[in-house]
């Protein structure tokens, strides 16, 4: 135990501040697995080796002189059609199975990029400069970088134009159908083919907006994919599938808390500190559960 | 019942025959010596594992180009038996038994990285094959008591002690705050040793020691501490992805600590990725180019440095260069124990004591070297170009020390 954020309360903003940026940026990659969770009832384990492919786009932008910042626009676009050929490939042979079918299918994804990017891009740990600069508050003291604060906002753009189009458009509403029931959705002309195929495409495409913001903020290597899958899986598992809100909220929280631990328990401690939040969570919403369960008795 | 017989026999005597010929015809095949060699050319440690290998293979082209290695009045050429064990220590361990018991490997080279050394030693061991490695330099390699490892390199925990005894010479010889953060694996954990014991051999005090989870990619949290607890070093280990993350998150959250020293720059290439973020890092390392160690094959180091080059295309990080020097360290073995019996040459090796483009070889009863220190340089920029420069020890020392590191506001 280490007492110095009580004792340097300025360390308390700086904690808040880091671990709200890092939730938004994991929030977002969240996001894309709950909408494809909740649509196709496929866990998605290739997740975080999506993310760093798309990283590697925004990296390769900066290799031949271009900003990596334009990642988020360029990577999105080839995201989606990668999510889509890896739908047609392999998804749409799994999609009715059950889950643990999806999930070997998608680990076997997982394996295979992973050797791929190693195949293509080298095994060295690679890094993209935003030069963004930093933003110092309370006389130097709390310092956010500036390629964070971009990658939150970005975060939350995204988020937002994606619920906008969710809402408002043809296919927003025919994944909405899909997800509450895909029969149904069939019977009433709804090509639910087409809507896995975008599904898993959309959430490829936000897969490929994180990792461009990965690869200014942190570093990238095709084995650094499996934190992201992970930590995204209890996101959507504290906040619940088709619950935007709560997916924003949870992955603050859990960057919060993280940050948090770091400096009360150690930094060895972190992630195990937020898996064990996670068990907490899981065991009281059990209780929740089976008392609601009484009362319906 | 007697075709099945004939059959039965027939491949027992195939195998049998298999069985005894294969090992004996291979470890010295005509004139050519086979040494076996598992490298990692997939897997995490691809990059690192094809310098290895051009090492090894450089090595083994030169020795052969100047007469090979003469052994009984009789020259030599020398040839490696590769694998590739995809990064993973179980397959490394798989193929150093098959080197051995299969392909009849009598002499085998290290592969890249402790763990997976770690992985393989005990097979060499069991089967009393000398081993020379190059790129395991994990402490505990050297406290199992093995008999056939040889490590040319130093080994983790020498790695940033240099460092710790610089910030106190530094400061007037007195003893100096340290902030330590260190991944959590073998080789990271190893370097840790090194500094708590040059910490509690000049009296300095651990203000921060931190332990970063393999998985993080964010030192946010450590770097914030730092600043708040104003250290007068900061030590950092945690391969590439923790050297390069270090730096650009020191430049973001703009941390000033009067000396940094880590280790993996030249294998993250900080000077490259990081340009005038990194300068005046310190970094720890086997070998620098500049060094004026020389041999007979390959000169000194420059003259090592430039004929890489020509030949991959890309300039030898040291490991490339110890691999090298492995190849070198074994000829002279052979060449010694005047024979190819695997304990005469075990004991040859075990009195190396010559010199290399690499640096001095001499070795422990446990098979470290400890004739070479570690070299420790700092990233200096002229313009937008910046390179490592060798500053200690000062023998080495191409460049005076920048100390302490001006302040980001001044930068």
Known sequence: ?297 | MNILKKIFSFFVSISLVLFFTLPIQSKVVGDTIVLGAAVSLTGKYSTNGEHTKNGYNMAVQRINDMGGVTVGGKSYKLDIIYYDDESDSGRAAQLAERLIKQDGVQFMLGPYSSGLTKAMAPVTEENQIPMVEANGASRSLFTKGYKYLFAVLSAANQYLEVAIDLAVEKNGGNPVNIAMAFEQDAFSQDVRIGVVEAAERTGSTIIIDDKLPKELNDMAATLAKVKATKPDVLVVSGHSKGALTAIRQIAEMKVDVPMLAMTHCDASKLAKQHGKNAEYALCAAQWHKTLSYSDSFFGDGQQFDKEFTDLYGYAPPYQAAESAAALLVYKAAFEQADSFDKEKVRDALAQTDMQTFYGNIKFSDAGQNIAKPMVLFQVRCEGDECANRVVAPTKWASHELVHPTPSWSTR
């Open chain 1, 1 to 297: 135990m280490d007492f110095l954020i009580f004792q340097i309360p300025i360390l308390m903003v700086q904690a808040s501040i880091d671990g709200i940026l890092l939730g938004i940026l994991f929030a977002l990659i969240a996001y894309g697995m709950a909408l494809q969770w909740g649509v196709m009832n496929i866990i998605n384990i290739a997740q975080g080796e999506l993310v760093i492919l798309g990283g590697y786009i925004a990296y390769f932008m900066y290799v031949i002189g271009i900003h990596p910042a334009f990642g988020i626009i360029v990577s999105p676009i080839i995201m989606y059609f990668v999510g889509w050929s890896l739908y047609k490939l392999v998804i749409n042979r799994v999609v009715d199975r059950d889950l643990f079918i999806s999930i070997l299918a998608t680990f076997g994804i997982s394996i295979l990029t992973q050797q791929l990017m190693n195949f293509a891009f080298g095994s060295d740990v690679v890094i993209a400069q935003s030069n963004f600069g930093t933003t110092m508050l309370f006389n130097y003291m709390v310092t956010i970088p500036n390629s964070k604060l971009f990658a939150a906002v970005v975060s939350i753009i995204f988020a937002i134009l994606l619920v906008l189009y969710m809402r408002r458009s043809k296919l927003g509403r025919a994944i909405r159908a899909t997800a509450q029931n895909p029969r149904a959705a069939k019977i009433l002309g709804v090509d639910t083919e087409k809507v896995y195929a975008a599904t898993f495409g959309i959430n490829a495409a936000l897969c490929g907006v994180a990792g461009s913001l990965i690869a200014i903020t942190f570093t990238l290597h095709p084995y650094v994919g499996l934190p992201y899958t992970v930590r995204s899986f209890m996101i959507v598992i504290i906040a619940g599938l088709g619950n935007l809100p709560g997916v924003a909220l949870s992955g603050m929280g859990l960057g919060v808390f993280e940050e948090f631990s770091d400096y009360i328990f150690g930094t060895e401690f972190r992630i195990a500190a937020v898996f064990l939040l996670l068990v907490f969570i899981l065991v009281y919403r059990r209780f929740k559960l089976s008392r609601k369960r009484e009362y319906l008795k």
